[in-house]
């Protein structure tokens, strides 16, 4: 699929088929995701995939019950690491990981719409629940969740959506 084409059609998917994804669509999904820049090429995140039933059924309890993260054949949640020697002490310092993991989470989407794939960035979530259902280490945090699936309806990657208009998005030599 064309690159633009890609862009232009990932929607947030909150409606899933059963269908399972097969294991190299997944894998290329995972690999287009650690391929993302990162400051200093610290790479400093991991993918933990969700297809445990009970265990997602949990993770859409610790969502604010948003049924969808947990009707779907698998579940991803992306987590970063802050690491004190690579904040430079800029402004951006604090914000490093959260940066990080914000890229490669967009390769994924971006990727899983190439396959086909629905998603949805999930902001609305209990960090420490997420973290202590799945292990994650304490000086690790989850960044964003995310449903994985064929959408049940194709025609949800088509839906209109609002963005700024050329105008409001860019402008020439001046905010
Ligand atoms: C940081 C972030 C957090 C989000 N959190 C949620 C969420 O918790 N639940 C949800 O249904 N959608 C969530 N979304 C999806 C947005 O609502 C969605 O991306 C936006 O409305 C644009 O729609 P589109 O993704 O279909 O283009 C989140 C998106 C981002 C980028």
Same mark, same amino acid.
């Given at each position: 699929?064309?690159?633009?084409?890609?862009?232009?059609?990932?929607?947030?998917?909150?409606?899933?088929?059963? *269908?399972? &994804?097969?294991?190299?669509?997944?894998?290329?999904?995972?690999? /287009?995701? !650690?391929?993302?820049?990162s400051g200093r090429n610290r790479?400093?995140?991991?993918?933990?995939?969700?297809?445990?039933?009970?265990?997602?059924?949990?993770?859409?309890?610790?969502?604010?019950?948003?049924?969808?993260?947990?009707?779907?054949?698998?579940?991803?949640?992306?987590?970063?690491?802050?690491?004190?020697?690579h904040?430079?002490?800029?402004?951006?310092?604090?914000?490093g990981?959260?940066m990080d *993991?914000? &890229?490669?989470?967009?390769?994924?989407?971006?990727?899983?719409? /190439?396959? !086909?794939?629905?998603?949805?960035?999930?902001?609305?979530?209990?960090?420490?629940?997420?973290?202590?259902?799945?292990?994650?280490?304490?000086?690790?945090?989850?960044?964003?969740?995310?449903?994985?699936?064929?959408?049940?309806?194709?025609?949800?990657?088509?839906?209109?959506?609002?963005?700024?208009?050329?105008?409001?998005?860019?402008?020439?030599?001046?905010?």
């Amino acid at each position: 699929m064309d690159f633009y084409e890609v862009i232009n059609t990932r929607r947030s998917i909150r409606k899933y088929k059963a *269908t399972e &994804i097969p294991q190299e669509v997944i894998k290329k999904v995972m690999i /287009a995701a !650690g391929i993302a820049p990162s400051g200093r090429n610290r790479q400093k995140w991991k993918y933990i995939l969700v297809y445990d039933k009970k265990m997602q059924k949990q993770l859409v309890e610790f969502c604010r019950n948003q049924e969808f993260v947990g009707n779907c054949p698998v579940t991803v949640v992306v987590c970063g690491a802050s690491i004190p020697q690579h904040n430079r002490g800029n402004y951006m310092g604090e914000f490093g990981m959260l940066m990080d *993991t914000s &890229i490669t989470f967009t390769h994924f989407m971006l990727a899983a719409r /190439a396959e !086909g794939l629905g998603t949805c960035w999930i902001g609305l979530y209990d960090n420490e629940k997420v973290k202590t259902l799945l292990d994650v280490p304490e000086d690790w945090d989850v960044v964003a969740l995310s449903p994985l699936g064929y959408p049940e309806d194709e025609n949800a990657f088509h839906s209109n959506i609002k963005r700024l208009d050329y105008d409001e998005l860019v402008s020439i030599d001046q905010f």
